[in-house]
């Protein structure tokens, strides 16, 4: 594997259901970053990780919680959804060094999700 | 807040001309950054941009971070089919966590 997956591709799921998203990223980098992205919105940042550990949470619903295990790898918990929650989510990774001088953000193909 | 804007939203062209967007903002950023997203997959980097009044090309696309360091600007030379999709525009914000804000894009289809 190469560059940044992410499972499901496709996932429905009820309002009632507990589901999981996986990403997972083989480039070394040291941060990692859940988006959310709907029809006629610019990308919204929902999470990010830096070496491990969340830095950033842009006022997120709490029905979404975010797990980042190892600098490879981060997962986003899904329960109790809302059908307005359907959208694709994506995962980046980028490699922040110390004075933040590099921004490129490498995307997954990310999971289109649907909420019934 | 800070927010980008990406013009035109769509562009609809024959395959074999020219292309140009760009991207403005009230903000001043020190980083632009150009994506491609094709129907059902991530954005793909297509050029970053770090000093004002960089050039930079990547194939047929060539993309200049403006002078005043609010705005950007994309070109595709000699579209082809594969060219279609959703070009984005982003620039980073606030910390030093490299967090990125993105525009709406622009939607480009070729006709062959």
């Known amino acids: 594997e190469t560059g940044v997956t992410q499972t499901p591709r496709h996932l429905v799921m009820g309002m009632t259901n507990k589901k999981s998203l996986k990403c997972e990223q083989h480039?070394?980098?040291?941060?990692m970053y859940w988006y959310k992205q709907s029809a006629k919105k610019p990308l919204e940042l929902m999470f990010v990780?830096?070496?491990?550990?969340?830095?950033e949470n842009n006022s997120v619903p709490s029905r979404f919680s975010p797990e980042c295990p190892n600098s490879s790898h981060l997962f986003l918990h899904l329960h109790t959804l809302q059908p307005e929650d359907s959208a694709l989510y994506l995962c980046?990774?980028?490699?922040?060094?110390?004075?933040?001088?590099?921004?490129?953000?490498?995307f997954g193909p990310g999971t289109r999700l649907t909420v019934l | 807040g800070q927010q980008l804007n990406q013009s035109p939203q769509s562009m609809f062209i024959q395959e074999g001309e020219d292309v140009s967007m760009n991207c403005t903002s009230s903000?001043?950023?020190?980083?632009w950054l150009w994506y491609k997203q094709d129907p059902g997959e991530g954005p793909v980097l297509l050029i970053a941009?770090?000093?004002?009044?960089e050039l930079t090309s990547n194939g047929r696309l060539t993309a200049q971070f403006g002078i005043t360091r609010k705005d950007s600007f994309l070109n595709i030379s000699a579209s082809i089919p594969s060219d279609v999709g959703i070009y984005f525009c982003?620039?980073?914000?606030?910390?030093?966590?490299?967090?990125?804000?993105f525009g709406k894009g622009t939607k480009l289809s070729v006709k062959p």
């Open positions: 980046a990774s980028s490699q922040t060094l110390a004075g933040g001088e590099k921004y490129e953000q490498f």
């Open positions: 480039l070394g980098h040291n941060a």
């Open positions: 990780y830096s070496l491990e550990e969340r830095v």
């Open positions: 903000s001043i950023f020190n980083t």
């Open positions: 941009l770090y000093k004002a009044g």
């Open positions: 982003a620039a980073p914000y606030g910390g030093s966590q490299g967090n990125l804000i």
